[in-house]
Structure formats: C-alpha cells, structure tokens
C-alpha cells in the first residue's frame, strides 16, 4: 500500500536520469543522483562566475517565471523577507534543489529575488525566555493534541473555556513572531504548554497563556506538521512530530531531548505533511513526497515514490509494519518523449493525519492523486487498515484516473501523463462520527461512507473544485452535523464559502458564501479562498479565508458574529511589529479561554506572514 503527499514549490526542479540498475541498493542510489540536481545535469551547471540573476535563469526561472498550478510566482516570492528565502534554499523545503551553490550564491538570489538585504538566518536563540520553570505537565489537563483533536479527527472542542455568547469580545492577548519562512505548524495546546513547529526546522516550547519560550531546538529539517503528544514510563512525556525528510521524531517535552528519531522513508523526495497520530503504545505516520513536483522534467525517470502508512513503537521508533497505498511496485512502462524511462504505477499521497476508529480496530487514511497513465485503484480513495498488522481491508476510490505531475500543459510531453486527470486529491483527514466516515475532496464533494466497507452512503457538491479548489485542509464535524469550508481559488465555478449539513443524510443546513476578499496588504494575491482548516466548537464554527480574516459563523444559521484581520502588524511578545498574512493550512486550537491561530501560510496564494496570535475574551 502506498502514501504520496502533493507538496508546494518555491524554486525549479531540474533533475537528470541516469544508466538503469539492477539491485535495491543501486535502484536506491539512483534516485539519490537523480535529486542531486544541479550538479550532474549539465544545462544547470553554474559558472563560478554566474550572477544571481543567472543562476535564477537556469535554476528558477523555467517553474517561477511561468507558474501553474501550486508552483508560486516569481512576484510572490519576492514578497517574503529574504531570511525566508535562504531558509527555503538551506533547510526548508528547496534544500536538495539548491545543492551545489556556496552561501554567498544563495544569500546573492535570496536577495536578487527580494531586493532587501540579508541578515544572519533565525536561530534558536531566544528573545523572551520565561522567568518561571514551565509547570509539571500531565494529559490529565484540557487540550488540543495533535492535528484533529481526537481520534476522531472531528476538529471539535466541546470544552473550550469560551462561550458562544464570548466570541464577539474576542481580542488578541499576545502575538508571538514566527522565526520563519512563514507561519505553518499548527499549534498543539496540553494545560499551560503550547508547542509549535516553523518550517525553518525549530520546534517551541512556549507557556500559553504569556507566549514566553521554556526552550526551543532545531529538528534539522522543515517542519509542518501538528505536535502530537503522548506518555511515556518514569512520568515522562514526548512531543511527536515528522518533518520533511521523511523523518519521524521523538522529543523529551520537558527539554527538547532528542529521545529517538527514525526514517521512515528513504526516497529522497519523501516527506512528512500530515500529523502522527498516538493511539496506546504504537505511532501511525503518513507518507508523502514532492515527486509529483520533480516529475514535470522530462530528464527524470518519473515516478517510482510509494508513500506508506507507518506504525512505530512509540517508545523505541522501531517500525512494526509499513503498509503501502498503491500496493504493486512501479516498474517500467515505457519511455517519454524526451527517451526518459518511465515507471508506475505511483502516486496516492497522504497529506493528512489519518483517522482511528479502536471500535473497529481500523485506521483510515485519505490518498491523492495518481503520478503516472499506470492505472491504480488507490488514487483519490478513502482506506482501511488494520490498526494491529497494516493489513489493508478496504478501499474506496472515487476519482480513478486522476493522472497529474504539477506543471505539466500539454498531455505526453516528457513526463506529463496522456490522460491527465483534475488534481482532485483528498488532502483533509477523515472524520469518523460512528456509523459514518467523512471525507472531503478537491472536487468540491463531501462523502460519507460506511466505515465497515467503504460504501458511499451520500455525496454532496459544495462548489466548483479543482487543483486548488474544493475541500482543502479540514473541516469539523459535532455528533448531529458536519461544518465545510471551501476553497475554490479560481473558475468559472467557484463557490468559496463554508456549508452546514446533517451527517445523517447530507442535507444542507445552511450556506454562507466567503465575504469579498479584504487583504490588508493590498490587492496583490488577495483572494477569499476558504481553503484552511475549520475549528468547531459547541455554538460557534471558526473559518478563515486566504485575505487573512478570521470569522466565527454560528452554528444555527451561519451567521457571522465575528470578523479579526489577522494579517495587520502588531507587537510580539519575542521582539518587533510583525505582520500575518493568509490563513490557510492549520486552522486555530482552542483550550483554555485561549484561541491560538498562525497568520500568514502564504506559499501559493495570499500573502506570507510571521504570526501566532492568542485571544481570548477582552484580551485577558
């Protein structure tokens, strides 16, 4: 069985194939030349003396210059700070398509892309240490852990320390500012500790109520997803987290103490987007990868990534079974238009945390779309897994054929599939509500299944959908109805807005379209895309748009009673005014009376920024 994750761009992928192999440990040596990009393939070789806007020309220019699909624009890139760029080019997510340029020709496109001058890249030091030991932590105390809150994954807090009737007095009672490249991980809540991971490749321990830091460390790699945390023996506690090099990480709480840390996944493309999720003694990881990015260059051999569903001892990291989404291995199909083998099937990414169900002893995971024209039946598909052996027990695919590489315009050049599919993966968790499984795609389509097998019991289209349409990052569900946010960036048909529907049967209960965009930053890159993960909690659901603005609808009628700009600068607690941006990505963790939410996941649309903003009622 096998996992794939769809993964943004900043910077070109220029990959080369080389003379096939025959063994496991040559085929695995392979794909690790083939990623060392610019330094075997001869078009992208940079002179010593190349200048910065030489180097963007054969390294960038060919993916930012004529963008599609997830690829950012060169003009929103030259948008964020330039810290942010050589983090991206150093240890974020365009490491291994930087390698072979020294500093100075990173920091020199860093600033050629930005115009502003580079300063020292953020560290772990910290500029506002609390003064008080961080108290004893127990999972005892009221909390938001991991991506969904529950096993569940319903995105419902029934004990938020906030009324409905407090929303409308919702303030922010401090701002704490990202060290970069911008606000990504969602905020993991236990008691009086909150934890958050940055792209950059740190992970905070801050105290949540002031947003002071205990401690910080660097994972050493970027980091996206959600914080889980867990128990372990000797009253000790662990912070679990994946990152993107396919790493699975175990974390001392109280410290930072590296514990264990174990790859899962040795393709170099591969990553870790979605949340572990910690049911008893055993950590279930989904993986991914950014193939579908490297794909579009018709000098790779496309596509030979099998993402997995991984479950680990939580106490060691010792892999107990790894079970791939698309079972049969790729193998040679045929070669490109440019004399390129080809392999396949491939694909099926899991973006997302996935979803337990103890009652049933299964797991359920949501897939992406397929790589290659090979067919495969677990692309676009909700599956099942036994929760002790990794034994796949059903699936249920909804999109078949959905054969799509990022960049591809003309079907059958290079790499780009022949019968090119929509893009339409599902890349939000699963929500289990007893006798009903919940499922959203990028087609705009909200599915509920029957948990034992798989049958689709409703279906329901909530707007146009597309590659960064439809149903993105989550939505949330109580145990009588099911509230989803939708995205719709582009189309002729795109409806963005949120829509209430019975679990029971799919009847729409209400729809409030997304309110005309209203960027603070200006008209550039503003849009209502609805696309980031909704919060729920008894009277109120919480939904933000792409403008930066963060509403509570009330879940009677859809009425909208509050309304924040997140995006507008503020004074942090760790130093400086700092802007937010675009809400999207996460969406905010509420315990406590404290609503926590980051500003600023401005990687395709919409506009970067640094926040992590706490409110609670009247900014006390």
Not at 81 to 92: F, I, K, Q
Not at 442 to 465: E, F, H, M, N, T
Not at 581 to 600: E, F, K, Q, R
Request: with cysteine.
């Amino acid at each position: 069985m096998k996992v794939v994750n769809s993964s943004l761009c900043t910077l070109c992928v220029l990959c080369v194939s080389v003379v096939a192999l025959t063994t496991e440990t040559q085929r695995t040596q392979r794909l690790h030349r083939e990623i060392r990009l610019f330094t075997v393939y001869q078009d992208a070789v940079v002179p010593p003396n190349a200048t910065s806007a030489e180097i963007y020309q054969l390294r960038c220019a060919a993916c930012h210059d004529k963008p599609t699909a997830r690829i950012p624009p060169r003009a929103q890139i030259a948008k964020r700070s330039t810290e942010d760029v050589v983090l991206a080019m150093t240890t974020g997510t365009m490491k291994q398509w930087a390698e072979g340029l020294t500093s100075a020709q990173i920091n020199g496109v860093a600033l050629y892309l930005t115009g502003k001058p580079v300063a020292p890249p953020p560290s772990t030091t910290n500029d506002n240490l609390c003064k008080e030991p961080a108290p004893p932590l127990t999972l005892n105390e009221l909390q938001w852990n991991g991506w969904g809150r529950d096993l569940d994954n319903s995105r419902y807090q029934p004990n938020p320390g906030i009324s409905a009737a407090d929303v409308p007095r919702l303030k922010v009672k401090w701002a704490w500012r990202h060290p970069g490249p911008m606000a990504t991980g969602q905020p993991t809540i236990i008691g009086k500790r909150l934890f958050v991971t940055t792209e950059g490749g740190q992970l905070f321990s801050l105290n949540a109520d002031t947003g002071c830091t205990y401690w910080s460390i660097k994972a050493g790699a970027g980091l996206r997803s959600a914080i889980t945390v867990g128990a372990l023996p000797e009253a000790r506690f662990a912070l679990y987290f994946g990152d993107l090099r396919g790493n699975v990480h175990s974390v001392d709480a109280g410290t930072g103490e590296v514990i264990w840390k174990t790859k899962v996944e040795d393709h170099p493309l591969s990553r870790i987007t979605g949340s572990p999720v910690l049911y008893r003694n055993r950590l279930y990881v989904p993986v991914s990868s950014i193939e579908e990015v490297a794909g579009r260059e018709a000098k790779y051999e496309c596509c030979k990534f099998r993402g997995s569903l991984v479950a680990l001892d939580a106490q060691t990291g010792k892999i107990l079974w790894k079970s791939f989404t698309v079972q049969e291995e790729p193998k040679p199909f045929k070669k490109n238009s440019a004399g390129t083998q080809m392999y396949g099937p491939a694909g099926g990414a899991i973006w997302s945390a996935p979803t337990i169900d103890p009652r049933r002893k299964l797991i359920y995971v949501a897939t992406g779309n397929s790589y290659t024209d090979v067919p495969t039946g677990h692309s676009d598909a909700i599956m099942a897994f036994d929760l002790e052996t990794g034994s796949l027990k059903w699936v249920s695919q909804v999109t078949p054929k959905d054969n799509f590489l990022v960049g591809c315009r003309q079907p059958g050049v290079g790499n780009c599939p022949e019968d090119a599919g929509p893009d339409h993966d599902f890349g939000s968790s699963p929500i289990l509500r007893k006798q009903i499984l919940l499922a959203g795609q990028k087609s705009a389509v909200l599915y509920a299944l029957d948990p034992d097998s798989g049958k689709i019991l409703w279906q329901v289209r909530l707007g146009g959908g597309g590659a960064l349409g439809g149903i993105e990052w989550g939505f949330a569900a109580d145990e009588r109805n099911v509230y989803v946010p939708v995205a719709d960036t582009t189309g002729p048909q795109r409806k963005p807005g949120i829509t209430a529907l019975q679990i029971s049967n799919g009847k729409q209960l209400w729809h409030v379209p997304a309110p005309t965009a209203n960027c603070s930053w200006g008209q550039a890159r503003c849009n209502n895309s609805q696309s980031a993960a909704a919060t729920l909690i008894p009277g109120v659901i919480f939904s933000g748009t792409v403008d930066g603005h963060l509403r509570a609808y009330a879940t009677k009628d859809g009425t909208i009673i509050w309304d924040v700009d997140t995006a507008l600068p503020v004074a942090t607690v760790n130093g400086g005014l700092t802007s937010g941006g675009a809400l999207d990505g996460g969406g905010p963790t509420i315990a406590n009376g404290v609503l926590y939410t980051n500003s600023g996941y401005g990687r395709i649309v919409g506009q970067p920024g640094n926040l992590l903003l706490a409110f609670t009622v009247d900014g006390k």
